[in-house]
């Protein structure tokens, strides 16, 4: 009797044991933060994207399911592509030392050309007479 009591606890402590790993990567993944750069996306090459910041260069893989978007906009990742130059901020985790962008935002962009005043009639000249 004492003999298969030391071996159902030797059984369940070894459960235990093998178990803990697996708890503690959970644990870690629930503790994994969102981070956010910023800057201006120097270039896109597939699903990598260089961010110039004040810091300096950045690189940042696009998750599978990243959202894009600009100015209220839903943007594909081909539309990336085209907005170098953009300031953009990009929200990531962190996956084995990788930045996996979450989402993508860039800034709405800058009209093309200042506004023209609209014409309005010329003050009469003043001291005219006829």
């Known amino acids: 009797m004492a003999r298969s009591f030391r ?3 030797v059984a369940v402590v070894a459960v235990f044991a093998l178990a803990m790993p697996a708890f503690a990567a959970q ?3 629930a503790k994994a933060k969102t981070m956010t750069i ?3 996306l120097q270039k896109v090459d597939g699903q990598t994207l260089t961010v110039q910041t004040p810091k300096g260069s950045e690189t940042v893989m696009l998750a599978p399911n990243a959202q894009i978007r600009r100015a209220g906009k839903t943007l594909s990742t081909g539309d ?3 907005a170098s130059g953009s300031r ?5 985790m962190e996956n084995n030392g990788q930045k996996m962008a979450q989402s993508v935002t860039l800034a709405a962009p800058k009209s093309e ?3 023209v005043a609209s014409a309005s009639p010329a003050p009469a000249a003043k001291g005219t007479k006829k």
Do not use: D
Request: charged content about 20%; aromatic content about 4%; proline content about 0%.
């Open 88 to 92: 953009v901020t990009i929200r990531y």
């Open 113 to 115: 050309g200042k506004k």
């Open 27 to 29: 644990a870690k993944a």
């Open 38 to 40: 910023s800057g201006t």
């Open 7 to 9: 071996l159902i606890t």
């Open 80 to 82: 990336l592509g085209g």
